[in-house]
């Protein structure tokens, strides 16, 4: 999260806010695809207890720059493997 600007960090945090650990997904050997990276990474969230605005909180924030930024998101928000 060192490399994002103060309002990523705000809203990664909102997304974190009463997690007790990080949902696990795997990416390794997916679909490299921007929207396969984010739907896997919400379908791992759901699984893990997100709430609605968690979620989207999530996704609204990777859909906010390029494609670097949605994997950072992903990498911040979640165990990634």
């Given at each position: 999260?060192?490399?994002?600007?103060?309002?990523?960090?705000?809203?990664?945090?909102?997304?974190?806010?009463?997690?007790?650990?990080?949902?696990?997904?795997?990416?390794?050997?997916?679909?490299?695809?921007?929207?396969?990276?984010?739907?896997?990474?919400?379908?791992?969230?759901?699984?893990?207890?997100?709430?609605?605005?968690?979620?989207?909180?999530?996704?609204?924030?990777?859909m906010s720059s390029n494609y670097d930024h949605v994997l950072n998101t992903a990498m911040a928000?979640?165990?990634?493997?």
């Open positions: 999260m060192a490399n994002m600007k103060p309002q990523e960090r705000k809203t990664i945090l909102r997304v974190l806010e009463g997690m007790d650990a990080k949902p696990q997904v795997q990416l390794v050997g997916e679909d490299g695809n921007a929207m396969a990276i984010i739907s896997a990474c919400s379908r791992a969230g759901r699984r893990a207890g997100w709430t609605r605005e968690q979620e989207r909180a999530f996704v609204e924030e990777c928000c979640c165990d990634v493997s």
